[in-house]
């Protein structure tokens, strides 16, 4: 699994990537399938001195992509509801992948009698 974190007008310190990384356990303990990990933390300035913080992720898992992201005042605070998120979707991509299939009902029509 290949893990890429980078900043856009931000510097990624090491707490910063270790805060990320750790949130990422998460995930990956629910789906060990990930292929790919693309984490983007960016700043945007609206006005003076208003500014918000963004953070984007893009997992790719085998079969498809997912996409997320969240802007919050605080950085921290928008990775917390940036993993809030991709865990939901990741836990509905993998209820989606695991076989739901039932034996037909004439299969079970005749291993009852």
């Known amino acids: ?8 007008h931000l510097d990624v310190s090491p707490a910063l990537r270790e805060y990320v ?7 990956t303990r629910h789906f060990d399938q990930v292929v790919d990990i693309n984490v ?3 700043v945007e300035k609206l006005r003076e001195k208003e500014r918000r913080q963004k953070a984007e ?3 790719h ?12 005042e605080d950085l921290y605070a928008a990775i917390d509801q940036l993993m809030d ?13 695991q076989d ?3 034996a037909s009902p004439k299969r079970m ?5």
């Open 1 to 8: 699994m290949n893990v890429t974190i980078s900043g856009h």
């Open 21 to 27: 990384l750790t949130k990422l356990e998460r995930i």
């Open 40 to 42: 983007l933390l960016s």
């Open 57 to 59: 992720i893009t997992l």
């Open 61 to 72: 898992v085998k079969g498809r992509d997912i996409f997320v992201e969240h802007a919050h």
């Open 85 to 97: 998120k991709l865990d939901r979707q990741v836990c509905r991509h993998k209820d989606k992948v």
């Open 100 to 102: 739901h299939h039932h």
């Open 109 to 113: 029509d005749a291993s009852v009698s």
